[in-house]
């Protein structure tokens, strides 16, 4: 009989580990709530209406259609009977398995305000960056009608929570958007309306680069008109703002980038988890007394040659996702414990900036920017998305246009909270305008 693999999460580091056990004798099904495999790291730019989800989006099926030993399988996973060896699913459905691999990635960390997430969205998924995309164009739309000064300034008021490399990128990505469209397809708002402000607790930006990288995207971000706020702490999130301190901040749009903890996957195997909610694993990526089963990228607690917990990057979940289908598929044997490769550590601060650290050397500006644009290319899922997001991208630097600029409709004066999560179909370029 057939051994029987089941992976937990269709991410980056899910589907690298299902592709090394395509085509194989054993049986492979791919479980994951979503039908879709969705490109995280550029969702900003579908929030700030650059890119379509359509563009950093496929369905799972197609990815591994090509396999006729994998299967998807699109539902909830409530639980892990370790014992019988089954995943349990919503709907009192049960899946039998021989290994498990957990690559259930992560989650925004709201630090116990789990209340904040309706008024403060992060960028986790296809609805997430839409909610905000929708909020900030309304935004606009509102102010360009509203008559009170200050009304304007408020609605054009932008809080970024978090100084890490999602609120970095928004920050910058927000105010660029809202200079250009003011400056050409508004008639009745200013450029001295509009305010971005980026808001760190720590005591500076972009905490995981050197220091001099940090002052860089600093400097840069205040030249595009953000305001950078360092060693300032939320204290309340609101429909109408956010607390900061004594102060009260009005805001047409929110955008939470302050933390992210791993997926709940631990207690689904009753364990203690470490700090961030991650599942400890051996240098083989093994659940530390489990023998059949696995967990890696965001859910997996690994420490690397430096003593520290490897980051939740694309990388290492891809890395560990090809390290374990290889030694799934080899069954084990001769393996060595896996080993980080580190290919650079970067964040976007705009157009021609942003920042690259390779651990001995760094790069920043304008070749980092290509740099940059060249791996999250290279990162896409398919030749095809490759081709349509470097067109949009090449097109947009040229003209400084944004492709997916619309509101859908009747969201004028409201929040829509029904904008659908689910991608059924990739449509090219022009599938969500």
Request: charged letters at 25%; aromatic letters at 10%; one cysteine or more.
């Amino acid at each position: 009989m057939r051994e029987r693999f089941v992976i937990i999460g269709g991410g980056f580091g899910g589907l690298a580990c299902a592709r090394e056990l395509g085509d194989t004798k054993h049986s492979v099904t791919v479980i994951d709530r979503r039908n879709h495999n969705l490109f995280q790291p550029l969702l900003y730019q579908v929030a700030t209406a650059a890119l379509s989800p359509a563009d950093i989006a496929e369905p799972i099926r197609r990815t591994l259609g090509r396999y006729r030993n994998i299967n998807m399988i699109m539902a909830e996973v409530i639980g892990i009977d370790a014992q019988s060896r089954q995943v349990l699913l919503d709907g009192n459905d049960r899946v039998d398995f021989d290994r498990l691999v957990i690559a259930t990635g992560s989650e925004y960390n709201y630090f116990g305000k789990d209340g904040w997430r309706a008024n403060a969205p992060g960028m986790k998924t296809i609805h997430e960056a839409r909610q905000i995309r929708q909020r900030l164009l309304s935004s606009f739309e509102k102010a360009e009608r509203a008559h009170d000064e200050q009304e304007k300034r408020n609605l054009l008021t932008y809080v970024v929570i978090g100084g890490g490399p999602t609120g970095v990128e928004m920050a910058g990505a927000i105010s660029e958007l809202g200079r250009f469209m003011i400056n050409r397809d508004f008639r009745n708002i200013q450029l001295d309306q509009l305010k971005v402000i980026l808001i760190e607790a720590g005591p500076r930006i972009l905490a995981a680069f050197p220091e001099k990288l940090t002052e860089y995207a600093r400097h840069y971000l205040e030249k595009i008109g953000v305001e950078v706020r360092t060693g300032e702490k939320v204290l309340d999130v609101t429909s109408e703002g956010v607390m900061v301190g004594f102060e009260f901040i009005r805001t047409g749009c929110i955008v939470w980038g302050a933390g992210v903890k791993a997926s709940p996957a631990h207690r689904w195997l009753g364990l203690d988890a470490v700090p961030g909610g991650r599942i400890p694993v051996d240098r083989r990526l093994q659940v530390v007394g489990h023998r059949n089963i696995f967990a890696l990228g965001d859910t997996a607690n690994f420490t690397g040659t430096d003593g520290k917990p490897l980051p939740g990057l694309a990388q290492v979940a891809k890395q560990q996702g090809i390290y374990l289908g290889r030694l799934l598929k080899n069954q084990g044997a001769d393996s060595a414990a896996f080993e980080f490769k580190n290919r650079g550590n970067t964040a976007v601060i705009g157009r021609n900036a942003a920042i690259f650290d390779f651990g001995n050397w760094t790069l920043k500006g304008r070749a980092a920017w290509f740099l940059w644009a060249f791996v999250h290319v290279y990162l896409l899922i398919n030749f095809e998305k490759r081709i349509l997001v470097s067109i949009q991208w090449i097109w947009r630097y040229l003209t400084r246009q944004r492709g997916a600029r619309l509101i859908e409709e009747g969201s004028i004066g409201k929040i829509d909270e029904s904008v659908p999560s689910v991608v059924y179909s990739v449509t090219g370029p022009g599938g969500d305008r």
